[in-house]
């Protein structure tokens, strides 16, 4: 649509949200264009086109438009797109890795619903709007590519930290050896302008000699009285 970009028909927009039928779903827009946030409704139900599958003018959205029309959506019928939504926010921080084929059979679709998603989000580098539609097999090569540069910059992190932490060992080994060179050696215990005086020498103790004991007194037999 000009000036707007990809729109889609919210009667089609509902049906598959609310897995309404078409009649219930028009009712489902005049009742919202009716109801307490007719005023917020009428804001994102704003212009009218002929859609495939329509004899007369209907209202249109864009893809930003249809999130904001989740929230006047009845809550019972939008349950089930909520927990899609949810399990794919889910999907994306575990790292499910069978994403990447889903994203890679967006990227090589040209379908409205992709036309109109690429639309909305023009600061993102698209494939497709490039010109330049890109196969399979050419995605699946350049993700083996970024993977394979994403680990070489986590290597060439791992030796810059290794050279850091070598840096920082000789570091304070330099400092203690510096400061163990200014203290020097050990100071005496002595305190200054007095002279340490000179153990005195031992007594000689006297040598023994048989002599020097008392003589035991002893009987016939030679054995000592007691």
């Known amino acids: 649509m000009d000036g707007v970009g990809t729109c889609i028909a919210a009667v089609d927009y509902i049906m598959a949200v609310c897995r309404k039928s078409k009649t219930q779903s028009q009712e489902c827009v005049i009742n ?3 109801g307490k946030a007719k005023d917020e409704v009428a804001k994102i139900l704003c212009r009218k086109a002929v859609m495939p599958g329509f004899w007369e003018p209907t209202y249109v959205i864009t893809v930003d438009e249809c999130w904001d029309l989740l929230d006047y959506l009845p809550r019972v019928s939008v349950r089930a ?12 921080h575990v790292g499910d890795q069978s994403l ?3 994203i890679d059979r967006n990227a090589t679709t040209n379908t409205p619903i992709q036309q109109g998603m690429r639309e909305s989000m023009p600061g993102m580098p698209m494939l497709q709007a490039r010109g330049a ?3 399979l ?3 699946k090569r350049r993700r083996i590519l970024l993977e394979l540069g994403r680990e070489e910059l986590a290597l060439d992190r791992a030796k810059l930290d290794l050279e850091r932490d070598k840096f920082d060992l000789e570091r304070m080994r330099s400092d203690f050896m510096a400061q163990k060179t200014t203290q020097g050696p050990t100071a005496s215990a002595t305190p200054p302008g007095t002279t340490q005086q000179a153990a005195p020498p031992l007594a000689k103790t006297s040598q023994w000699t048989p002599s020097s004991l008392a003589p035991f ?5 030679g054995i000592p009285y007691t």
């Open 133 to 135: 539609p890109l196969d």
């Open 217 to 221: 007194r002893t009987d016939s037999r």
């Open 137 to 139: 097999r050419t995605l």
């Open 32 to 34: 919202m264009l009716r």
């Open 100 to 102: 990447h084929d889903e």
């Open 81 to 92: 797109a909520r927990k899609v939504v949810f399990e794919t926010f889910k999907r994306v």
